[in-house]
């Protein structure tokens, strides 16, 4: 049969508590530290399994020189340091971001668990930059395939932060709630990893033949934009605090200028 109004309002009702349940915060850090532990451990297996020189190879093809055998694995190695970079960065933004949250949710529980589905594929990415030939169509579409797993990996993050706003008294420590003392430096921080993800992708699409070098380029760059952002922001709040005081100031004179004057003085 049909249901009635109030059966469907119930269900709705219940629908939107059980996402608004709260859920243990230590156990969704335990959870996701050790899925980025084991994505750390995975990438560290996988450049020790086939980038290393064999000591006959080294022997007969570079005349006992170790480090010019390693050269012809440098692609590998930058691609190993780069994802690995990556995961650590991801990582440390997970820990600035649930250092802030007081209280998890279901809601947050499943964006993170998305966000670490992402992660595990970090591994994959990682492999495939590395196994095709350089500059060839396949290395495009591997370093594209590597940009989208990293940005959906961040955006959901952001999407965790971007929950907890919305119910920021009960979920956000009161220094990360809008106007706190690092809103603004979370804001950004989130935002970083998505932005610069997307902006290599759509680069790789108009530039493919230098997509290789914006990828690497973007994994190198992001370890000193998290460095030079504090920076930044404490700089452009600061403009923007001292803007707002000087205006207040003016306001301020012009009100006492005008208590100073008489009604006369006024009126004209």
Request: glycine fraction near 4%.
């Amino acid at each position: 049969g049909q249901r009635s109004e109030e059966e469907e309002h119930h269900s709705l009702e219940t629908f939107t508590f059980y996402l608004s349940e709260p859920l243990s915060k230590e156990r969704v850090e335990a959870f996701s530290d050790g899925v980025y532990a084991i994505v750390a451990t995975l990438l560290i297996l996988d450049i020790c399994e086939d980038n290393v020189p064999d000591p006959r190879e080294v022997e007969e093809k570079f005349h006992g020189s170790l480090l010019e055998a390693l050269s012809e694995y440098g692609p590998n190695y930058l691609a190993y340091f780069g994802s690995f970079v990556t995961i650590g960065l991801l990582w440390f933004v997970h820990h600035s971001l649930f250092l802030y949250v007081t209280k998890a949710t279901r809601l947050m529980g499943l964006l993170n668990i998305l966000s670490l589905a992402f992660i595990g594929g970090l591994p994959l990415a990682y492999q495939l930059t590395s196994e095709f030939a350089e500059k060839s169509h396949n290395e495009i579409e591997a370093i594209q395939v590597s940009c989208v797993i990293t940005f959906f990996a961040s955006i959901f993050q952001f999407a965790i932060w971007t929950t907890a706003l919305l119910n920021e008294e009960e979920t956000l420590h009161a220094f990360a709630r809008y106007g706190g003392k690092e809103h603004a430096f979370m804001f950004a921080k989130l935002a970083l990893y998505p932005c610069i993800s997307l902006g290599a992708f759509f680069l790789t699409c108009l530039l493919s033949e230098f997509s290789t070098a914006i990828f690497h380029l973007m994994q190198i760059v992001i370890p000193f934009a998290f460095l030079a952002l504090r920076i930044f922001v404490r700089i452009a709040l600061t403009a923007i605090r001292s803007v707002m005081s000087l205006s207040r100031r003016k306001v301020i004179l012009l009100e006492e200028e005008e208590a100073c004057l008489s009604p006369n003085e006024t009126l004209s």
